[in-house]
């Protein structure tokens, strides 16, 4: 983990009273030793603010990205039961992009400003999106490993320092896990039908186990912002250890399931008492964070449509609203 820099470098430590700290400063630091919550309305160093907008709008828009690779195929889902699911899990997918929105707007961060960003190709979302979904096996291998990889990070955000993210994590946990266990559900199903069913399974797992190891983030010594971001409790764990973590949860689940994972390199280690991991090919994570992966460019340039042919409803809201509040200031005159 690469040391940040700056007045607000690493641990605020709340035993050690610093004369040259404000009294704002150190209320903020005595919150974060304590493990409490910091608030909207919260005095807090401008570079934690900035960390947390980063982080939330990051996340926001992977959530919104990420509905594309499955609404593929609502309408080829193989089944009517499996269409509804489908549905339902890609619309919790908008629901967590509009909570998360919302988070990084009580920070200071305007929608307008976090869309356009993203149109514009200007703004990050998870790597795991920019890679395509040619069979009904990959709506498992997402459900398993995307929100499984998903779920492993994310609940350690539910007590994330800032409040409004680590409330909107609550929920949108809830609502992962369950998608983690449909995505095992299809594979389950899959690995107990033909043998083409089988390989389809399991030829969907060998492409997006190392995407979703990658979701995690590089590695600790090639993270910028993990030292910072742990001293604010924004993170719990380093990027490592929780990919550590979701491999370790992945083994015995494999086993039940009867697939393969494609690392030849993974084994028990009983020394540290975890998995010894093969090599994660961080050429094409950068890549990919690039702009240059299988689907950047169509995800982009599909948000972009969306949000074109969306201009009709914005439009229309806002006439709404402008003439509620007419009415409302004509009723009260
Ligand atoms: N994809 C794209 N960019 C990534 C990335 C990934 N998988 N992993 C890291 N990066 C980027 C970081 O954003 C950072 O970029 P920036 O400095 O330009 O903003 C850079 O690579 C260096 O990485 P760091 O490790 O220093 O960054 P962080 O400390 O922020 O850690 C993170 C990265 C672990 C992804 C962290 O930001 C995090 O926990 N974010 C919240 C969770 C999130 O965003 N998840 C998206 C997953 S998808 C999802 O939730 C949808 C669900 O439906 C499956």
Redesign the pocket.
């Known amino acids: 983990m690469t040391t940040p820099a700056g007045p607000y470098a690493l641990a605020p430590d709340a035993s050690a009273e610093n004369p040259a700290l404000s009294a704002d400063e150190q209320q903020f630091n005595d919150l974060i030793a304590a493990d409490s919550r910091i608030e909207p309305r919260d005095w807090m160093p401008e570079g934690y603010r900035k960390a947390l907008i980063?982080?939330i709008s990051?996340?926001a828009h992977?959530?919104i990205i990420?509905m594309q690779p499955e609404s593929n195929w609502i309408t080829r889902a193989p089944s009517l039961k499996r269409k509804a699911i489908l549905m339902a899990k890609v619309q919790d997918?908008a629901g967590?992009g509009l909570y998360l929105y919302s988070a990084a707007q009580t920070l200071g961060a305007t929608r307008d400003g976090m869309t356009d960003a993203l149109i514009a190709g200007k703004a990050?979302?998870?790597?795991?999106f920019n890679y395509p979904t040619p069979t009904w096996a990959d709506m498992g291998s997402i459900g398993w490993l995307?929100?499984g990889a998903?779920i492993c990070?994310?609940v350690p955000?539910c007590r994330a320092s800032y409040g409004p993210y680590g409330r909107a994590m609550v929920r949108i946990c809830k609502e992962?896990s369950f998608?983690q266990r449909q995505g095992f559900e299809i594979l389950l199903e899959l690995m107990q039908g033909t043998e083409e069913q089988r390989a389809m399974a399991q030829e969907s797992v060998n492409r997006w186990y190392w995407p979703a190891l990658?979701?995690?983030?590089?590695p600790d010594d090639d993270?910028?912002?993990?030292a910072q971001?742990m001293a604010w409790k924004i993170?719990r764990h380093s990027?490592d250890e929780l990919r550590q973590r979701f491999v370790g949860m992945l083994v015995p689940q494999a086993a039940v399931l009867g697939v393969t994972l494609p690392d030849p390199d993974l084994r028990w280690n009983e020394d540290t008492q975890q998995y010894d991991l093969g090599e994660i090919d961080w050429a094409e994570f950068h890549e990919v964070?690039a702009g240059r992966g299988a689907s950047n460019a169509q995800r982009l340039q599909r948000r972009r449509d969306a949000h074109a042919e969306g201009a009709w409803v914005r439009e229309a809201a806002a006439e709404y609203a402008r003439k509620q509040s007419e009415r409302s200031a004509q009723v009260a005159s």
Not at 223 to 226: A, E, F, H, L
């Open positions: 980063r982080q990051q996340h992977s959530e990420g997918e967590h990050r979302y998870s790597s795991i995307v929100d998903a990070n994310q955000l992962e998608h990658m979701m995690f983030g590089p993270s910028p912002n993990s971001s993170k990027n964070l």
